[in-house]
DNA sequence: ATGGTGGTTCTACCA
């Protein structure tokens, strides 16, 4: 078995002991991270390297960054999402473990709708919308994890009244969302629970952790090659809990190993 | 209730 988790940090500096104890209690192959408002040179490689990690970085200083922490070796690491030589914020990384190619995405929250942010993500869903049809014609396994700051539906926030309104909860959001799961991709989380209310966030604000106010706006997207893996996946509150939490919790991806004979095809 | 909370940085901006 192969466990991948994806967890928004909200900063990396702050957050360490959370994620330091996460790792020792629950010790994934691999953890995606996003929102390490950190440079690359800050992150804290020694820390993780305790514990058997190494980390392909792609940082940025006070804001977004994004990582893949691994205990296997990461090969062919490529940052940034292709189709925009501008862009210069630090919200995709990509790379291969144990035969399978995996992202950690950070996804632009959008609000204000109607302000030029709103556009912004927007462009970079048809960006990645281009670029994982371009993965796709590799036929490998992948599992594209991390913050894509969407509520897929309804069902995944508390109040979709509250919410309709919002850059995470648009219809152009949601279906641009819906358009890259139709190129074959498969929301891992929706596989073998179709419950309602199953969060991965709530704000610091008005005691949404308290009252259970959250959306579920963090997703594993998995090829079909990696679908055909796909053992469970699963939302892990408990980090939430504690003191010093970020305002996201991690969700747990376990895959059936790749055979051997196809590691090497990435 | 146009607030509320938390992180980075230092004065607003972002989520």
């Not at 940082?59 to 977004?64: D, M, S, V």
């Not at 508390?158 to 991709?185: C, I, M, V, Y």
């Not at 919790?249 to 051997?260: D, F």
Request: net charge neutral; hydrophobic share 40%.
């Amino acid at each position: 078995m192969l466990t991948i988790a994806t967890w928004n940090v909200n900063s990396i500096t702050a957050r360490l002991p959370r994620v330091l104890e996460w790792l020792e209690e629950n010790s994934p192959d691999i953890l995606l991270l996003q929102e390490l408002k950190t440079t690359e040179d800050k992150f804290p490689r020694l820390e993780f390297s305790a514990l058997g990690y190494t980390a392909a970085v792609f940082g940025q200083k006070a804001w977004n960054g994004v990582a893949i922490l691994s205990k296997h070796k990461i090969k062919n690491i490529k940052t940034g999402l292709p189709g925009d030589a501008s862009d210069e914020q630090a919200r995709y990384i990509e790379a291969t473990v144990e035969g399978i190619r995996v992202a950690s995405v950070y996804l632009p929250n959008g609000n204000p709708v109607g302000s030029e942010k709103f556009n912004i993500k927007l462009k970079w869903m048809d960006r990645l919308h281009n670029h994982i049809q371009s993965l796709l014609k590799i036929e490998q396994p992948f599992a594209l994890g991390g913050d894509y700051n969407i509520i897929p539906e309804d069902r995944d926030c508390h109040d979709p009244q509250l919410w309709k309104g919002d850059a995470l909860f648009r219809p152009e959001s949601r279906q641009k969302f819906r358009t890259l799961l139709n190129l074959g991709l498969t929301d891992a989380f929706r596989v073998n629970n179709d419950e309602a209310h199953q969060y991965t966030f709530w704000g610091y604000q008005g005691g949404a952790w308290q009252s259970n106010s959250g959306i579920r706006i963090d997703h594993f997207l998995l090829s079909p090659q990696a679908a055909d893996l796909l053992y469970d996946c699963f939302i892990d509150t408990v980090p939430r809990g504690k003191d010093k939490a970020s305002d996201h919790t991690p969700l747990i991806l376990k895959l059936r190993k790749v055979q051997k004979f196809a590691i090497n095809a990435l």
